[in-house]
């Protein structure tokens, strides 16, 4: 499976970002994905995820409320839907992807929040 994100950017606090994660090659394996980020010097910590086949979701506190997950499994895309953005969401997204007992990462997004 590889994974390839986009939609990272420059942008104010209050402004709102969508995040998409194009899957390819096995991605009829893939279990769950989810959305991670890594703020500098800080562990890369979890933001979202949703499963494939019962379509959970779930979130980080840090960011419930202003964050929706989504995929669309024709495009084999996922989403990450960011409103109300603020300083602290200054982070590389990574997009990753649970298959076959096996774990796949992205190369990651930068997201810079500007006050």
């Known amino acids: 499976v590889q994974l390839v994100e986009s939609g990272g950017g420059l942008v104010q606090a209050g402004d709102s970002l969508r995040l998409s994660c194009a899957a390819s090659g096995s991605t009829w394996s893939i279990d769950a994905m989810g959305w991670y980020r890594q703020a500098p010097g800080k562990p890369r910590e979890p933001v979202a995820s949703i499963t494939t086949k019962s379509g959970r979701l779930d979130y980080a506190d840090s960011v419930k409320g202003r964050c929706t997950i989504s995929r669309d499994s024709a495009k084999n895309t996922m989403y990450l839907q960011m409103n109300m953005l603020k300083l602290e969401d200054t982070a590389v997204y990574y997009c990753?992807?649970?298959?076959?007992?096996?774990?796949?990462w992205g190369q990651g997004t930068q997201v810079t929040v500007s006050s």
């Open positions: 990753r992807a649970w298959a076959g007992g096996d774990v796949y």
